[in-house]
C-alpha cells in the first residue's frame, strides 16, 4: 500500500527553516527593491546636479556683483527656492575679493576665484546638495547591504568591513548634509552605528551582531523618512530655471516650461511613493528578524515585485518625458 505524506507549502518549509536565523530570502528581495529604486531615482538626481550648478553659478554671480557695489534685487529671490547649500551661498558674504567687471558691450565676468564654489563649476562631481542627497540614499543602501552579508552567513570580517564603510560614508555625507533635516537623521544614525562597529571589531558572533544591526533600523528609517520630507526642496531647485521670467516669456515658450515643470512634479511625486514603499519594505524586514512577527514571504515577494515593477515604469516615463521637454 503506498503511504502518502503531507507536504507542507514551500513558504511555511522556508519559513520553519529560518526560524533561527537570518531571514536571507527576505533580506535579498529587499536588497533588489532598493537598487531598483536607486537606479530609477539616479536621472531624477542627476538633473538635480545640473540644477543646483546653474543655481550655485547664479548665486556666485551675484555675489560677485554686490561686492562690486552692484543691485542686489535678485538675491533673494533666488535664495527663496534654493537648497540650502545654494542659499548659504547667495546671502553670506564669503570671497569678498571676487568681483564683477564688466566690459565692452555689457559683457560681465568675476575677477578672481572662490574657492568654496569649485563644485559648482565642475562637471566631475556632485554639487554639494546633491551630492548629500545621492550619498545619504547611497547609506540606506549600505545599511541593506549589511542585512544581506550577515543573512548570507559571510565570514565577519565582511560584515566588518561593510559596517567600517558604512559608518565613514555616512559621517562623510553628514559633513555634507550640515545643519539640515537630513544632517539631523544622518547624526543619529551615525551615533546609533557606532557601538554596532565597535561589536564587530570584537569579533561578536553573526547572531549578536545581526541583533544590534537591527536596533539601528530606526535610525536608518528616520534618513528614508528625510529624504521623503526634502521633496519640496528639490522640486523648487529642479524648476527654479524654468519659473525663473515665467509671466515675461511667449506663450510657447510659457508652454514649454510648464510641461518641464509638470514633468518635475510627478517624478517627485514618484520619488516620494518609492521611498514609502521602500521604508514599509525595511520595516517589515526589520519584523522578520523576530520570530513572532515574521511576515510570510508571499507578502514581502508581492511587495518587492511591486516596487521594483513601479521603478522601472517611473525610469522609462521618466527618461521619455525628460526627451520630450528638452
Aim: hydrophobic share 45%; glycine share 6%; aromatic share 6%.
Amino acid at each position: 500500500m503506498i503511504r502518502w505524506h503531507y507536504f507542507p507549502p514551500l513558504a511555511a518549509v522556508l519559513l520553519a527553516a529560518c526560524a533561527s536565523a537570518p531571514p536571507l530570502t527576505e533580506v535579498r528581495l529587499v536588497a533588489k527593491a532598493f537598487e531598483d529604486l536607486d537606479a530609477a531615482s539616479a536621472p531624477l538626481l542627476d538633473d538635480l546636479a545640473v540644477a543646483e550648478r546653474a543655481q550655485g553659478r547664479s548665486n556666485a554671480q551675484e555675489r560677485a556683483r554686490n561686492h562690486s557695489g552692484g543691485s542686489a534685487a535678485a538675491a533673494p529671490a533666488a535664495a527663496t527656492t534654493s537648497t540650502a547649500a545654494a542659499t548659504a551661498a547667495a546671502v553670506t558674504d564669503r570671497c569678498p575679493h571676487v568681483l564683477e567687471v564688466t566690459g565692452a558691450g555689457g559683457a560681465s565676468v568675476q575677477r578672481g576665484y572662490c574657492l568654496d564654489d569649485s563644485y559648482y563649476y565642475s562637471e566631475l562631481a556632485d554639487p554639494p546638495a546633491t551630492a548629500a542627497f545621492r550619498r545619504s540614499l547611497a547609506a540606506v543602501g549600505d545599511y541593506t547591504e549589511v542585512l544581506v552579508i550577515l543573512a548570507e552567513g559571510r565570514n565577519i570580517e565582511a560584515a566588518q568591513a561593510q559596517l567600517q564603510s558604512l559608518a565613514g560614508n555616512v559621517g562623510s555625507t553628514l559633513e555634507l548634509a550640515g545643519a539640515t533635516g537630513i544632517g539631523t537623521a544622518l547624526s543619529g544614525f551615525s551615533a546609533a552605528l557606532q557601538p554596532v562597529v565597535a561589536l564587530a571589531a570584537k569579533r561578536a558572533n553573526a547572531r549578536e551582531l545581526a541583533r544590534n544591526v537591527k536596533d539601528v533600523a530606526p535610525q536608518a528609517l528616520a534618513v528614508i523618512e528625510q529624504l521623503r520630507n526634502t521633496a519640496p526642496t528639490l522640486f523648487n531647485t529642479l524648476t527654479e530655471q524654468s519659473l525663473r521670467g515665467f509671466q515675461r516669456v511667449s506663450e510657447d515658450a510659457a508652454k514649454v516650461r510648464a510641461g518641464r515643470i509638470e514633468t518635475y512634479r510627478g517624478a517627485i511625486a514618484n520619488y516620494v511613493v518609492l521611498l514609502d514603499q521602500y521604508r514599509q519594505l525595511l520595516t517589515q524586514l526589520v519584523a522578520s528578524y523576530d520570530e513572532n512577527g515574521r511576515p510570510t514571504l508571499a507578502g514581502l515577494a508581492e511587495r518587492s515585485a511591486q516596487l521594483s515593477a513601479q521603478a522601472d515604469t517611473w525610469r522609462r516615463t521618466f527618461t521619455a518625458l525628460r526627451r520630450g521637454t528638452d
